[in-house]
């Protein structure tokens, strides 16, 4: 596979830094978007659009601020995954597909084993799971299943904190009374962590859980571990938030930082035409950009297999796979060296990223 391709055919690679950087530096107002990549890929992404004066987008920023929402209109309890492993007397997983956004969150939560500090310390640890999807109903022995789609979570939530409260709800008395048998489990819990994913979940249904996590703190204590995006959302997060002040979302149009989350999405940037030229980064796993227009110049940095048919490609490494890199790690709720599993000389998003901006003169700072 060629390490760079201009409308599927192969060219240079200093071609290619080249080619990229005319397109960004000749843009009105370039998009930087997908940004799935490490600390150091995303430190280098959010560079080159300040010095372009665009903005940025993370592929996974729909998620990341719906969790982001809450907590800076309402607030939110979270612990780490560690905390909840060792304490959690009592954990309520919600919604489907989290063994799916998290792999090792059986494992690492130890669902099947009893907590090991605290109040409840060797005595079974309850596990109760809300609208898991196909085999996670039987992925923990003895856990509690309650089905519900993904439309009806919001409700269940609203229907538990009710309850709690000792108000009436517009159900009938057999599912009243399985309410009422978990909401007393809730109430007697002496560590209780919920988890949850911002992919399945909206800020509305988010909030919800956390004013019935504030409920319960009054008389027992409740946390939650909440799953963080794809494609390295966290660590990308993080990374805006100590470089700008602002999660994705944001641009520089204005010469400084502004962050708004209807302006800058991507996909309207690019649909509204308000976007003129982009580079689109998928180091993980080459997800394909979700805009509709297919006319804007494209710079796309990916691995190898999603090389596309159009615009400019550049290949770069995968992190923590083909090269270390630094990333949020969801098993401790810090940053993590992962050492390169399967190193290869092909480049990290930030070294592709240092050699594009090398590509941008200074006539090309507005």
Not at 135 to 143: D, K, Y
Not at 266 to 291: C, M, N, Q, T, Y
Request: glycine share 10%; charged share 20%.
């Amino acid at each position: 596979m060629e390490t760079a391709t201009l409308d599927g055919k192969a060219i240079a690679l200093g071609d290619a830094y080249r080619h990229a950087g005319k397109i960004l530096k000749e843009a009105a107002f370039p998009l930087i978007a997908g940004l799935g990549a490490d600390v150091a890929g995303a430190r280098a992404a959010i560079l080159l659009a300040e010095r372009l004066k665009g903005a940025f987008d993370h592929l996974a920023s729909r998620e990341t601020l719906a969790d982001i929402d809450v907590k800076r209109s309402f607030g939110m309890f979270t612990t780490t995954a560690n905390e909840a492993r060792l304490r959690g007397d009592c954990v309520v997983l919600i919604g489907p597909g989290l063994t799916r956004a998290w792999p090792g969150m059986l494992e690492r939560l130890a669902l099947a084993e009893p907590p090991r500090r605290g109040a409840q310390a060797q005595q079974p640890r309850k596990v109760i799971w809300v609208g898991p999807e196909g085999e996670e109903a039987n992925a923990v022995p003895g856990a509690k299943v309650i089905p519900a789609s993904v439309p009806e979570l919001s409700g269940v939530l609203a229907a538990w904190r009710a309850r709690f409260g000792g108000r009436p709800v517009a159900l009938d008395a057999e599912k009243v009374a399985l309410i009422d048998g978990l909401v007393e489990t809730l109430r007697n819990a002496r560590f209780g962590v919920f988890v949850w994913s911002a992919s399945t979940l909206d800020p509305l249904a988010i909030e919800m859980l956390q004013a019935l996590v504030i409920e319960l703190n009054a008389t027992t204590r409740f946390t939650g571990v909440h799953i963080g995006g794809r494609s390295g959302a966290s660590g990308v997060t993080q990374t805006a938030g100590w470089m700008t002040g602002f999660p994705p979302r944001t641009g520089f149009g204005r010469g400084y930082p502004e962050h708004d989350p209807w302006r800058f999405e991507s996909s309207r940037l690019v649909d509204s035409g308000e976007a003129d030229a982009a580079l689109w980064i998928s180091a993980f796993d080459g997800e394909k950009p979700a805009w509709s227009r297919d006319d804007i110049p494209l710079i796309t940095l990916a691995p190898a297999q999603a090389a596309p048919s159009r615009g400019l490609f550049i290949k770069v490494g995968q992190p923590g796979v083909t090269h270390d890199a630094v990333l949020m790690s969801q098993e401790t709720g810090g940053m993590t060296l992962r050492r390169a599993s399967a190193p290869t000389d092909a480049p990290s998003v930030a070294q592709a990223i240092g050699a594009i901006m090398a590509e941008v003169s200074e006539g090309a700072w507005r």
